[in-house]
C-alpha cells in the first residue's frame, strides 16, 4: 500500500464544503452530503433510500425530517435562533410551528448550556414529536432580562416537514485480490460540527479515494450512515454477509483534531481490528488513549453487540464526549485542521497496511537458515545493524505456522511496518511459506 499522499487539505476543504449544510438522520442535507462524497469517489458511491417506517431489528426507520426555515422574532424585532445561520439552533426533528408566545411561554422550549454560556448546543427529538430552540446562555439571560416580566410576544417560526419519506445512506466497494472484507464505517446525521461529524466523513471519503487508486489484498467496504438508526439497518440488511466475509472493521469518528490518538476496543477487546490498532498506536503514537467498551457511545454499540459480535473497534483523536466543544457550537471548524485530519488518517492508513501485511507464516528451514549466501545479512556487522539482524532473525524463529505476524511483531518488539520488505524477501528466498 503505496502511494502516500498527503489529503490533509483537500480533507480540511472538504469539512468546509460541508459545514453548513443541515444534516440529520435523513433529509435532503444528507442527499447533498452524499453527492459531493461521491463526486470525489468518482461516482463510485452507492446512495439507497430506505422508505420510513421500514423495520429494522427493534427499530423503525424514522419519517424525514426537512428545513426550509426557524427562526423567533424578539417583540423588539431582533431575529435570533436562525437556523439559517447556524444549524445547531433548532432541536433536530423539530416539528412545524407558527405561534405568538410570551417569554414565560416560550422559556420551556429554549436549550442553553450552563457550564459554557458562549456554546449553542447540540439537542435532538427524533423518536417524540416536540419543537425547540437552542441557544447561548449569554442570550437566554439578556432574553430573560428585557422579557421575563412581560407580556409581549415572540414569533416563532418553524417552517418544516416531519413526513413519510426516506432514510438516506451510502456506501462504496472497493475490490480486493480476496473476498475478504475489512468495513469502515462513519455517520452522516450531525449539523454544522467539524470534529464530531465531519472529520469522520473527510478521512473516510479520502481513504476510500486512496484505496481505489493502490493494489490491495482485501475487499474493503466503507459506509456513511445516519448514526445508530444507519447502522441498525444496515445490519438487518447485511449481517451475514458481514460474518462471512469481514476479517476486521473501524468506526472513524472525531478524528480530525490534534488532540491525542484514542481507541476504543471492541466488547471483546482481542479482535484482529483491536490487534491491528494496539499494534500500530504502541509502535508508533505513544502516549495515545485508550478507552474501554464501556465507554463506548458510537456505532460501536452495533457493530460489537451480543449476537452481532463483528470485529470491530473505533479509532478517533479526541474522543466524543471528552473534549469541551463536543456537542456544541464550538466544534467548529477552528478545531480541526488538515494537519490533524491528517494524522487521522494517517493512523488508519497505518492500520490497514498492517492487516494487509498480516499472516501466518512458517518457517521452511530447519534450525537458523545461513542469510549471508542468499545476500540477507548486512556486509559488516555494526551497532545499526545490530537491531535490524535481531529484528530479522526474531522473526525467522516465531514464523511457527501458528502465529500471526502481529502476535510475532508485538512478542519480538518490532513495528510490523517496518518488516514488510524483509518479510517480502525472504518470501522470495523460500525461506518462509505462508500458511
Not at 346 to 356: A, F, G, H, T
Request: charged share 25%; glycine share 8%.
Amino acid at each position: 500500500m503505496e502511494n502516500k499522499k498527503n489529503f490533509g487539505v483537500l480533507m480540511y476543504e472538504l469539512a468546509q464544503r460541508l459545514f453548513k449544510i443541515p444534516r440529520s438522520l435523513s433529509g435532503n442535507g444528507n442527499r447533498e452530503t452524499l453527492r459531493i462524497i461521491n463526486s470525489i469517489l468518482g461516482g463510485n458511491l452507492k446512495v439507497y433510500e430506505v422508505p420510513s417506517h421500514t423495520q429494522a431489528f427493534d427499530w423503525e426507520i424514522p419519517k424525514e425530517w426537512n428545513v426550509n426555515e426557524a427562526y423567533i422574532i424578539t417583540p423588539s424585532g431582533e431575529k435570533i435562533c436562525d437556523f439559517g445561520e447556524n444549524n445547531l439552533h433548532l432541536v433536530g426533528y423539530s416539528v412545524p410551528v407558527r405561534e405568538s408566545l410570551t417569554f414565560e411561554e416560550l422559556k420551556s422550549h429554549l436549550h442553553s448550556l450552563k457550564e459554557q454560556k458562549n456554546a449553542i448546543p447540540y439537542i435532538t427529538s427524533y423518536y417524540k414529536e416536540y419543537w425547540g430552540f437552542c441557544l447561548s446562555l449569554e442570550l437566554r439571560e439578556r432574553l430573560e432580562r428585557e422579557f421575563g416580566d412581560s407580556k409581549e410576544k415572540f414569533e416563532v417560526i418553524i417552517d418544516s416537514k416531519l413526513e413519510s419519506g426516506f432514510m438516506s445512506y451510502g456506501e462504496v466497494v472497493i475490490k480486493g485480490e480476496s473476498d475478504k472484507e475489512i468495513v469502515l464505517s462513519t455517520y452522516i446525521c450531525h449539523p454544522q460540527m467539524a470534529n464530531n461529524e465531519l472529520s469522520g466523513i473527510c478521512v473516510a471519503t479520502y481513504l476510500a479515494k486512496y484505496l481505489s487508486e493502490i493494489p490491495h489484498f482485501y475487499t474493503y467496504r466503507i459506509l456513511f450512515v445516519p448514526e445508530t438508526i444507519g447502522a441498525i439497518y444496515y445490519l438487518s440488511q447485511h449481517l451475514e454477509e458481514l460474518r462471512e466475509k469481514c476479517v476486521a472493521g473501524f468506526v472513524l469518528t472525531c478524528i480530525g483534531d490534534e488532540g491525542a490518538y484514542s481507541y476504543l476496543e471492541s466488547r471483546a477487546g482481542n479482535n484482529l481490528a483491536d490487534r491491528a490498532a494496539k499494534h500500530i498506536l504502541n509502535s508508533r503514537y505513544r502516549g495515545y488513549k485508550t478507552y474501554s467498551y464501556l465507554q463506548r457511545g458510537s456505532d460501536e454499540r452495533q457493530y460489537c453487540a451480543p449476537g452481532v459480535d463483528l470485529p470491530f473497534c473505533t479509532l478517533m483523536r479526541s474522543k466524543f464526549g471528552e473534549y469541551s466543544q463536543y456537542h456544541t457550537s464550538l466544534d467548529d471548524l477552528s478545531f480541526i485542521s488538515s494537519k490533524g485530519l491528517q494524522g487521522g488518517f494517517v493512523m488508519v492508513r497505518e492500520i490497514l497496511e498492517v492487516l494487509e501485511i498480516n499472516g501466518v507464516y512458517k518457517n521452511t528451514i530447519l534450525c537458523e537458515p545461513q542469510l549471508g549466501k542468499r545476500g540477507l545479512y548486512p556486509q559488516l556487522s555494526t551497532k545499526e545493524t545490530f537491531g535490524v539482524v535481531k529484528d530479522m532473525r526474531n522473526l525467522l524463529m516465531y514464523c511457527d505456522g501458528k502465529l500471526d505476524l502481529i502476535e510475532i511483531a508485538d512478542k519480538c518488539g518490532f513495528c510490523l511496518l517496518d518488516m514488510k520488505e524483509w518479510i517480502r524477501k525472504f518470501v522470495e528466498n523460500g525461506l518462509l511459506r505462508k500458511e
